[in-house]
Structure formats: C-alpha cells, structure tokens
Nanobody
C-alpha cells in the first residue's frame, strides 16, 4: 500500500500564498508522476499541476505563472507553492501519485490519492 498524506491547506486572503506538501509512505514502491488536483464545490476534479520523476512539469492554464510544483525524490514528497491566490482557487486539493508496487514475486502498477486538504481564498 502507498499512502499519501497532504498538509498545508488553510484560509488565506486573495493575493496571498500557501504551500502544500504531500508525502508518500509505505514500502516496496517506486513513484513515477506526482500531481495535484482540485475539486471545487459542485465542480469536477481537475488537474492543477503534475511533475514526472525527472522533473518535467505540466500546469493548468488557470494557474500558470502563479503555482509551482516541485518534488523531492529522496523524501517521496511533492510540493505545490501557490502565489497570488484568487477566490476561484478555493477547493479541496488532492495529491496523486502513480508508480509500481513491488513484492518478492510481482510488480504491480498503482495510482493513489491523498485524503485532500481544503484551501479557501477570501476576497
């Protein structure tokens, strides 16, 4: 099992900043891509940003220039630095990771989600 635990959400005024963290834990696994998704009330979950193990990144158009995704492979942790926050960034933010889970006899792909962390931006 690969578990993802997010932290860093909260309430911030428009124009402010927050930094989210997500740490993967477990044993016998490798991680390929990690990413952040968000789901606002009444809306579908959407990709915010993703990063490969090699550091290639991808951002939603709505956050380009404001958000930065990074990762520490040694710590199995991904970060999302969010600057110039807007009320429309208000959502539950979810961490996602995919990779391979190994046992003595198998190698199984996985895709795991964190429990989510609330980000609220007041106007």
């Amino acid at each position: 099992q690969v578990q993802l635990v997010e932290s860093g959400g909260g309430l911030v005024q428009a124009g402010g900043s927050l930094k989210l963290s997500c740490a993967a834990s477990g044993s016998g696994f490798s991680i390929n891509a990690m990413g952040w998704y968000r789901q606002a009330l009444g809306k579908q979950r959407e990709l915010v940003a993703a990063i490969t193990r090699g550091g290639n990144t991808n951002y939603a158009d709505s956050v380009k220039g404001r958000f930065t995704i990074s990762r520490d492979n040694a710590k199995n942790t991904v970060y999302l630095q969010m600057n110039s926050l807007k009320p429309e960034d208000t959502a539950v933010y979810y961490c996602n990771a995919d990779g391979t889970y190994y046992t003595e006899i198998s190698a199984t792909p996985y895709n795991s989600w964190g429990q989510g962390t609330q980000v609220t931006v007041s106007s």
